[in-house]
């Protein structure tokens, strides 16, 4: 099992940042992909971006140019640096974690609010 615990969510205007982490703990298996989700009431979760265990990002393009991706795996915590907010960001981040062994394991956190005020 693997635990996730989300930090860093709340309410900034827009043009401002926030940074988001995402504490793994449990048995974590070294060859994972860690990743954002969003999801705004009554829509689906979408993906905002993912990084692998050798650190390489990936974002959806309404994200690129203003949010890095990044992870410390002594410490099993991922980071997003959101720049550049726009009130379309607004939305509940959650925290996805799989484990790429011989079967895919996936995880989720609890979601932490992003609001961007216009």
């Known amino acids: 099992q693997v635990q996730l615990v989300e930090s860093g969510g709340g309410l900034v205007q827009a043009g401002g940042s926030l940074r988001l982490s995402c504490a793994a703990s449990?048995?974590?298996?070294?060859?994972?992909?860690m990743g954002w989700y969003r999801q705004v009431p009554g829509e689906k979760r979408e993906l905002v971006a993912t990084i692998t265990s050798t650190g390489s990002p990936n974002y959806a393009d309404s994200v690129k140019d203003r949010f890095t991706l990044s992870r410390d795996n002594a410490k099993n915590t991922m980071y997003l640096q959101m720049n550049s907010l726009k009130p379309e960001d607004t939305a509940v981040y959650y925290c996805?974690?799989?484990?790429?062994?011989?079967?895919?394991?996936?995880?989720w956190g609890q979601g932490t609010q992003v609001t961007v005020s216009s």
């Open positions: 996805n974690f799989v484990a790429l062994g011989n079967v895919l394991k996936t995880y």
């Open positions: 449990g048995s974590i298996f070294s060859v994972n992909v």
